[in-house]
């Protein structure tokens, strides 16, 4: 499939290096192509761990891997730093901002998503998702400012709204980043200020459904808000949020009066949306976008008229083929990332050498959500049935999952030296705010 | 001496939580004063350290410690987040930006330095100096981005020029600088890049005078450039910089033509003025400035007219006095502003209790610089004499001496690790760079 006249062996370009691309690249070490990996950032990120930068338990590069020193023993890897802002299927290349076209045979795309505003991107300065180091250092100074702000001032009502944190979102990001940051006011502040109580500061956690954890099972999700309760939380569930604005929110029940929340730390929590990069792939290939901004592949990952192409992970409206079962959607975690990383490599492989390609299987292995300290909750997914635990067990078992999943050795230890340390003193390493000033690399 | 009427106990205030402020707040524990320490960041930020944050080594939060957490236990301190913009030493009041005015019977200030161009603050963006965590997050940034874009770039003159590395100043920021860029280039990165060999980059370290580390004594001055060789510097002393544009800069050598250097990234290390707040402070009380914009204190630290106000640290023009001796001049350096701090809050006491104030008295144990794996020199003053060592073993001894001084069990611990494994593996742990695009939070 590779054009001799250009290059001896395949080219391969992954975009990405999530953890979709990561074992995408990872899949095809040894392989006879030549494989070009760019991503936006010199870093893999580990994102399930995140909201601990934005929270100050950990420092960026306790999380942060740099990729080319990943795949430095790769050989068949070099790596690029630069945006990919176009996909010319046609002529078989990828547009790089301010560095010209770079040419592929095979091209795997795995740039994975962004936060939605749903249609509100209005909202985005004023309430901070969290994608990125840059969005978790954002949410991380007003954190830590609201509470300096908060000491400073004498107005009770603009003191009580400092002292008010919002977390619009009831998933996975929401309840860690609610029960966090309750933590934070209960456990790791009170006894450092003179003239506020940290310990008095509310966090609310406002979710549109009735559930908080809504992919978890019911019982579980229950769990979850008992847990979230218990550290301080303020659950508000069937709860929407109408309108943002700088000094706080409206919030419209599914039942009863609108009400209005005082808020100057506010955080979005709410909804991801596809890469802009899907459009991009959907214009050149002709291929079907799904609600979310997502490319719908074929079974095998690829793209319907485009076999040369795979998405994979959070880009990507894949579903799992299991013999005889009806197809299902795959979900939008870091496993799946993973596993399509791994198909979609081997069937580039496959391809190349003229083997027939496979269908995409999704293996779960279960659920698991942290909510703070010793609180989780757990659904593993065993040849037996579900298995499901929750509080002290389940934060262990997070943790150790989470620590054992974490690229690189001296990372592990970093983050389990500072997790130990934080746990005993109930401290955070990282509350340190670079600039007082908010951030202008944010739109 | 503090008014009945507004406060029980007399009211301090300390402006700025480097090295000089922070000893003084620590040096009036459990003394019968309110004490307000005001800083315009969260943190103390330990600064002989600054450059391994610059250079990837280590994260902010190792280096950097919540000013408010370190006095939590000191029950006579408020911390407040906030600039000082003002000093109105009639009133007896500073001024917060944003914050309104702050009383004081006596004041403290410790507002420290900054980076001098000399007058040409057009310099700052093209060649950024290293004085807070943002800075060295720039700087960051600039050097793990010109490798980056040198793999991406295909016109070898570019290239090269983005892999020439020019540091401005020999003294120890900026010996610190170019020693641990060529560690990087010639330790770190080789293996890791596919196109360019890392190992090939420049680092030039440019000095206007004849010496590098001129405060230190000649023989290990010349000690000092011979390790700065061996790690591949290249040291032009004799040659001052008489231009920078965003292509590089052009050098005037004591003798001979000038030429020019095309780099796409320069440090500035090469000059600190006195904060802002020293002009404020002489404006107000009539206390001269020296040419560096230090104000010129009296013996005790104290100001002529104004002997509830002092200035420490290095924004003091102050001189050491040993009963029979001529004064002389104290040294910019940490261990002159932790005992400057300690003088003038043990005098500002006396000065309560109704005591005389003493005289500063600077105790030199001398000089140390780093330039890089394996490499420093020390100069040591002991009651026999100096004591000079350099390579391997003043490396060590400066490697401990850091860590001792490191603020908080935990950060030395981490730092610890950190430089460990850095050692054996050659590697950087830091190598994150949050944002491709030019921070926009610099001038």
Redesign the interface.
Known sequence: MADPTTSARPRVVVVGCGFGGLEAVKAMDGAAVDITLVD????HLFQPLLYQVATAGL????I?A?V??L???QAN???????VTHVDAAARVVRLKD?GDLPYDHLIVAAGATHSYFGRDDWAPLAPGLK???DA?EIRRRI??AF??A??EANPARREAWMTFVVIGGGPTGVEMAGTLAEIARQTLP?????IDPASARVLLVEGSPHVLQSMPDDLSMNAREQLTRLGVDVRTDARVTTIDAHGLQVQPTEGEPYRIESRCIVWAAGVVASPLGKAVAQSTGAQLDRAGRVIVEPDLSLPAHPEISVVGDLAAAKSHVPGREPQPVPGVSPAAKQMGRTAAANLLARIAGRPTRAFRYRDYGNLATIGRNAAVVDLTTPLGHLKFSGYPAWLFWLFAHVYFLIGF?NR??VL??WA?AYW?K?R?????????P???RP
Chains 1, 2 share one sequence.
């Open positions: 936006r950032t010199n870093h420092s960026a590069p306790a942060a740099p080319r020193h795949f430095r023993k890897v070099t790596t690029l730093l630069g945006e560095h990125t180091l840059d250092f830590l400012l300096e702000t000491e400073k006894g450092e200020f003179r003239r001296r230890l970093v030296i500072d340390s003193s401290q390493y990282a509350r340190v705010v670079s600039h007082i000033e951030s202008r690399t």
